[in-house]
């Protein structure tokens, strides 16, 4: 099991899915989580499933888009926690569905503010106390469509290319100041976004993609999460970990 014993983490996208399980999986773990969302009830939940497993927990309401939000989430955890020392940026949406010609100016631009620019929001205000504790690790939670491509979800294919980018050139940047950023590039993950996103019949066709036969769960998810912010991952930076039963292979 990683040890994140004395670690202080901070999570986004933590209402539901993927981030609870792994606010979740941190706490179990041992650290001390702030949780990020605009889901205030999703957030509540998340912080009293950890707090009747005995983790500590402090939340905050807010959208990753937005630089205050962000700088107030990240000041707010050090100062209950007395520092940050993991992170997972893991809010995003998927947009809507449409083909590009016509695709919405506004809608394309939204998703870059949550997706990409929330990541960007993100690292700049978690750095600075990662380097004064002396180091850190972060994930940046990208796609299987961020290394491939599906149609009439420009501009969520566009978004996690990006992050996918965007990890790369911090992790090369930060790794000799003792800071390791990798992303990890889900395939289709059973959650209430793609349950509500995505029609049946698209939901059957993408996960007929993954040689595994299904879809994944927000906790295995998490377990790849956990391990890259653990010292267990302690050579790996600037990697792209698809976790996506095969999805890439094909």
Not at 220 to 229: M, P, R
Request: hydrophobic share 45%; charged share 15%; net charge negative.
């Amino acid at each position: 099991m990683s040890d994140m014993t004395d670690k202080v983490a901070f999570v986004t996208g933590a209402a539901s899915g993927i981030g609870r399980a792994s606010a979740i999986a941190l706490a179990g773990a041992g650290a001390s989580v702030m949780i990020m969302d605009l889901d205030e009830k999703g957030l509540l939940e998340t912080a009293g499933l950890i707090e009747r497993k005995g983790g500590s927990v402090a939340v905050s309401v807010g959208n990753v888009a937005r630089r205050a939000d962000v700088d107030g989430a990240v000041k707010a955890a050090v100062e209950r926690f007395g520092g940050l020392h993991v992170a997972h940026n893991n809010a995003g949406i998927v947009g809507a569905g449409a083909a590009f010609v016509g695709y919405p100016e506004e809608e394309f631009r939204r998703v870059q503010d949550v997706n990409l620019m929330g990541v960007f929001n993100c690292m700049q205000a978690q750095l600075p106390h990662m380097l004064h504790g002396g180091g850190g690790a972060i994930v940046n939670t990208a796609s299987v469509v961020g290394r491939t491509a599906l149609p009439e979800i420009c501009a969520y294919v566009t978004s996690k290319h990006a992050v996918i980018g965007l990890t790369k050139a911090v992790a090369i940047e930060y790794a000799s100041r003792g800071i390791r950023v990798n992303s990890i590039s889900p395939g289709y993950v059973i959650t209430n976004m793609t349950e509500t996103s995505f029609t049946q019949e698209t939901r059957d066709a993408f996960i007929a993609m993954h040689p595994i036969g299904r879809g994944s769960s927000p906790e295995e998810v998490a377990n790849l999460a956990l391990w890259l912010l653990s010292d267990k991952a302690s050579f790996l930076v600037g990697a792209d970990v698809p976790i996506d039963g095969g999805y890439t292979v094909t």
